[in-house]
């Protein structure tokens, strides 16, 4: 069975820096897409970014292009989102999930983790 965990989620002010991770066990990594999304209180679950198989082909939400970066390490079946220049709009509880194929749409996620809490102060 598939296991998705996240780390590195916590506080920071604006204009600051957060690195996440999310460790997938159980299938086989390199053969899905991977993706973060977020969910800020009040508000429904949105895409952040996706990255390809072998992570050769990337895509984010215009909210967070040029400021967030995402990657993978096949080798380590981890996924990572390093955030920049992070706002208080940026707020949220962070998942990671994985699709057969990139993709912005939650449904074509099968797998999810519990989620991150990435909170930025002002």
């Known amino acids: 069975q598939v296991q998705l965990v996240e780390s590195g989620g916590g506080l920071v002010q604006a204009g600051g820096s957060l690195s996440l991770s999310c460790v997938v066990s159980g299938g086989t990594f390199r053969s899905y897409s991977m993706g973060w999304f977020r969910q800020a209180p009040g508000k429904a679950r949105e895409f952040v970014a996706s990255i390809s198989r072998m992570g050769a082909s990337t895509d984010y939400a215009d909210s967070v292009k040029g400021r967030f970066t995402i990657s993978r390490d096949n080798a380590k079946n981890t996924v990572y989102l390093q955030m920049n220049s992070l706002k208080p709009d940026d707020t949220a509880v962070y998942y990671c999930?994985?699709?057969?194929?990139?993709?912005?749409?939650?449904?074509?996620?099968?797998?999810w983790g519990q989620g991150t809490q990435v909170t930025v102060s002002s």
């Open positions: 999930a994985r699709s057969f194929y990139m993709t912005r749409a939650s449904v074509n996620f099968d797998s």
